[in-house]
Nanobody, 126 residues
Framework: EVQLQASGGGLVQVGGSLRLSCVTS????????IGWFRQVSGKEREAVSA??????????YYKDSVRGRFTISIDSAKKTAYLQMNNLKPEDTGVYYC?????????????????WGQGTLVTVSS
């Protein structure tokens, strides 16, 4: 059974930092892309960062508004993906999800992924 467990969210002031973790199990970690998505109430889930599979070269992509502030990384030995978020802004507030399966390239659309974590809430206060 494929499982993803996202954690690390919380309440932080503007300019602060958080590191999200996504611990996975039940599949071959390096065979698939990993995506981090964000969802705000009433809006569609949007990708903030994604990394392709090992065979696709672990290419990394960022949403324009987070590039230079967020860093996606992986630890294959721990089957864990991370999203380091620095210089947080109020517009970064939302529930963050990690996703995998269904794609080897760094997919940008939610429907490209088969498996999702439960989400972790990030609140950036001004």
């Amino acid at each position: 059974e494929v499982q993803l467990q996202a954690s690390g969210g919380g309440l932080v002031q503007v300019g602060g930092s958080l590191r999200l973790s996504c611990v996975t199990s039940g599949f071959t970690f390096d065979d698939y892309a990993i995506g981090w998505f964000r969802q705000v109430s009433g809006k569609e889930r949007e990708a903030v960062s994604a990394i392709s599979s090992r065979d696709e070269g672990r290419l990394i992509y960022y949403k324009d508004s987070v590039r230079g502030r967020f860093t996606i990384s992986i630890d294959s030995a721990k089957k864990t993906a991370y999203l380091q978020m620095n210089n947080l802004k109020p517009e970064d507030t939302g529930v963050y999800y990690c996703a995998t399966g269904g794609t080897v390239v760094a997919g940008w659309a939610p429907q490209e992924y088969d498996y999702w974590g439960q989400g972790t809430l990030v609140t950036v206060s001004s």
